[in-house]
């Protein structure tokens, strides 16, 4: 494993440790659902992530009562966009590859 994915998987348990410290409420942070998301693979063995994960993925919109993937990543996108001190870059990454899919 080089340096650099080490440091964030390591950035990626500090954080999300942090961050459920500091949350009482059963709704997930827009910031922690970004951090948990970049890097999907690792957070899925974080227990600290999968209200995030399962947050992010309880989003849906349905047209006609069935799953609408346009109605669905504007809702995520909106509710990432929340927000504010996240990098644009990682959003939109995000979004491309999990924003318009059921969880996966």
Do not use: H
Request: glycine share 6%; net charge positive; proline share 3%.
């Amino acid at each position: 494993m080089n340096k650099m994915k080490i440091y964030k998987k390591l950035s990626l348990i500090a954080f999300v440790s942090v961050l459920g410290a500091g949350f009482t409420t059963a709704q997930a942070s827009p910031c922690g659902v970004e951090l948990c998301l970049s890097d999907f693979d690792a957070a899925q063995n974080l227990s600290e992530c999968s209200s995030e994960i399962n947050e992010f993925f309880a989003i849906i919109e349905k047209k006609r009562g069935k799953f609408s993937p346009s109605r669905t990543l504007k809702k995520r996108r909106d509710f990432l966009y929340r927000c504010e001190s996240g990098n644009t870059m990682d959003k939109e990454r995000i979004l491309a590859k999990y924003g318009a899919i059921y969880k996966p």
